[in-house]
């Protein structure tokens, strides 16, 4: 079982729309949480952090489930700006490698 | 431009050839790491540095690969006797700090290709 699972997408959706998708961990002992965004053939960079209590940026706010083990990421009015593979990231917290998930690709369409 | 910088950004060898590539951290930070990223999936952790001492490996890391931080800053990760199953893109990324949850800034990758 792979630690961080993605429903891989696509995800199509126009401008203006709501788009959300959750990652699912296999470790319950993980500590740290982070989305990060990728760019076609680009580095990855982080999105945000996700916290206990949930928290937004902006447009985007992330949910943490530890009962369920599972992540969400929210993005309210979709710009063009945010096609991108969105990728699910957890640290177990007891060193410092991340474990990344396979993606969600989104693309927003005019 | 202070962000973490790779090079080779592309690579193209042939089966068996050795490769290195180099990896210049943000300046000052302590932790390096290397990722490797093939298509359609995201990055595997390789190994990561915290100034000079290698501190943990993946089992992905055979003994063809070898890293080196020599004196705390830049890092080299080199493969020897490439075979196509190398073929991926080579992140490296850098942080700063004592913490888990540091942010680790990426670079823009080596894209290696083995023929």
């Known amino acids: 079982r792979k630690e961080v699972e993605q429903d891989p997408g696509p995800f199509n959706v126009p401008e203006g729309a709501t788009v959300a998708f959750n990652c699912t961990y296999s470790n319950s002992a993980s500590q740290s949480f982070f989305w990060y965004r990728q760019d076609c053939r680009k580095e990855p960079k982080l999105l945000m952090s996700?916290?206990?209590s949930g928290n937004e940026d902006g447009r985007f706010t992330a949910q943490l489930n530890r009962a369920s083990q599972y992540i969400s990421l929210l993005i309210r009015d979709s710009k063009l700006s945010d096609s991108a593979t969105y990728l699910c990231v957890v640290n177990l917290g007891n060193d410092y490698k991340l474990s990344f998930g396979a993606g969600t690709t989104v693309t927003v369409r005019a | 431009d202070t962000g973490v910088s790779q090079d080779p950004r592309h690579k193209i060898t042939k089966r068996g050839q050795n490769v290195t590539f180099r990896c210049d951290p943000i300046s000052e930070h302590n932790r390096l790491y290397w990722y490797r990223q093939t298509l359609g999936q995201g990055p595997e952790f390789l190994t990561y540095?915290?100034?000079?001492?290698?501190?943990?490996k993946s089992r992905l890391l055979s003994d063809r690969f070898s890293a080196e931080r020599p004196k705390g800053s830049f890092s080299t990760l080199e493969i020897q006797r490439t075979e196509q199953g190398d073929s991926a893109m080579y992140l490296c990324?850098?942080?700063f700090g004592t913490g888990f949850t540091d942010t680790q800034y990426f670079g823009p990758g080596t894209r290696l290709t083995v023929l």
């Open positions: 990324a850098s942080s």
């Open positions: 540095f915290q100034n000079e001492a290698q501190l943990e």
């Open positions: 996700v916290y206990s």
